[in-house]
């Protein structure tokens, strides 16, 4: 059962700087040798089949949605000037949503919520056709959100996550002022459990979910992320109290490398980088466990490609792992597994 609602965001007008200086986007998934490129599903109809990566062959349904590259003309290239977001009217644009309520959704009973952010250059409806997390919103029973970012002077949709990624040049943006407020205008119409508000993201929509982690850990449970990163100056974030982490990351993604790099010259930490800082910030025991049985994840690879680095001892009975994609890609055809195992791990990790 689908509800809608349409809320009045915390963020600006979109008259923001463009990330290279008069060059457009390349349409396929860039090399990042350079570490300059970032990317995300592109925007794709919930009834379609998603599109493939750049190939030399027509697509084949069944394929993974397309990367798009944001790598501007050179790294060193200083944003366009642009008209600046009018900061004085943060009511300006409206940013509507949609709500997916379980059938067996009881007004009498609190129901965890869970927000899917999609990547740079993507769509919520693209995202939920990667990821499809509404048939395990129903057999799970919890709300469902995902949200469109605010579109920059590209024409491209963004969250405005990390330093690295990915206003540039709309940095007056506060999508955390408009992600807080989804999170208010649906526990102010269902019974949303506090202690279970969960993100998860992918590439650009998993640097905004680390940020909101840092920024909001007090209504953060946990958060999962696919091929994104947090901060890299450990400074820049500063959660006030545990939040569960679950990073996820291919070992063959050249756009968002798994051993980290830079994006237009801001650097971000790879995937083992991330997960040490929420190692340090949830007091977790430094040494991970490495579990037996490995997952499933990518449909691409034969058999279960995936490892598993639990960190345990964690505050509150919270959780840090680190799930390695051997041979994963940016965009890896996610299996069901995926999903549910995603999701699985974000229930099981509700505030104490």
């Given at each position: 059962m689908r509800r809608y609602l349409t809320i009045t965001s915390a963020v600006?007008?979109?008259?923001?700087?463009?990330?290279?200086?008069?060059?457009?986007?390349?349409?396929?998934?860039?090399?990042?040798?350079?570490?300059?490129?970032?990317?995300?599903?592109?925007?794709?109809?919930?009834?379609?089949?998603?599109?493939?990566e750049p190939a030399a062959t027509d697509p084949a349904p069944s394929d993974p949605p397309v990367t798009e590259s944001a790598?501007?003309?050179?790294?060193?290239?200083?944003?366009?000037?642009?008209?600046e977001p009018d900061e004085s009217d943060e009511s300006a644009d409206d940013r509507p949503f949609d709500v997916f309520v379980p059938s067996g959704y009881d007004a009498a009973t609190p129901t965890p919520l869970i927000l899917l952010l999609h990547g740079y250059t993507g769509s919520g409806d693209s995202q939920e056709a990667y990821f499809n997390f509404e048939p395990l919103a129903e057999s799970r029973g919890f709300l469902y959100v995902h949200p469109d970012g605010t579109v920059d002077a590209r024409g491209e949709q963004f969250w405005n996550a990390t330093d690295a990624c990915c206003s540039f040049g709309s940095d007056a943006i506060d999508d955390e002022a408009y992600l807080l407020s989804v999170i208010e205008q649906v526990s102010a119409d269902?019974?949303?459990?506090?202690?279970?508000?969960?993100?998860?993201?992918?590439s650009n929509g998993g640097f905004m979910s680390y940020r909101m982690a840092c920024r909001h850990a007090d209504t953060i449970a946990g958060i999962a992320s696919l091929a994104g990163a947090t901060f890299a100056d450990t400074d820049d974030c500063?959660?006030?109290?545990?939040?569960?982490v679950l990073q996820v990351h291919g070992t063959s993604d050249d756009t968002i490398l798994y051993e980290g790099g830079s994006i237009i010259g801001v650097q971000?930490?790879?995937?083992?980088?991330?997960?040490?800082?929420?190692?340090?910030?949830?007091?977790?025991?430094?040494?991970?466990?490495?579990?037996?049985?490995?997952?499933?994840?990518?449909?691409?690879?034969?058999?279960?490609?995936s490892d598993i680095d639990a960190l345990g001892g964690c505050e509150q009975n919270t959780?840090?792992?680190?799930?390695?994609?051997d041979g994963g890609v940016?965009?890896?055809?996610?299996?069901?597994?995926?999903?549910?195992?995603?999701?699985?791990?974000?229930?099981?990790?509700?505030k104490p």
């Open positions: 600006l007008a979109l008259g923001i700087a463009a990330c290279s200086s008069g060059g457009d986007a390349d349409s396929s998934a860039t090399p990042a040798d350079d570490t300059d490129a970032v990317t995300s599903t592109a925007e794709t109809s919930a009834s379609d089949p998603p599109a493939t790598e501007p003309d050179s790294a060193t290239s200083e944003p366009d000037e642009s008209p269902y019974n949303v459990d506090p202690k279970a508000v969960f993100l998860a993201g992918h500063a959660p006030s109290e545990p939040v569960s971000y930490p790879g995937a083992q980088e991330t997960v040490d800082s929420w190692v340090a910030y949830n007091g977790c025991d430094t040494t991970p466990t490495s579990t037996p049985d490995a997952l499933d994840l990518d449909g691409s690879i034969d058999g279960a490609e959780a840090v792992e680190l799930w390695t994609i940016h965009v890896p055809p996610v299996t069901a597994d995926f999903s549910a195992s995603v999701v699985d791990f974000l229930l099981a990790h509700p």
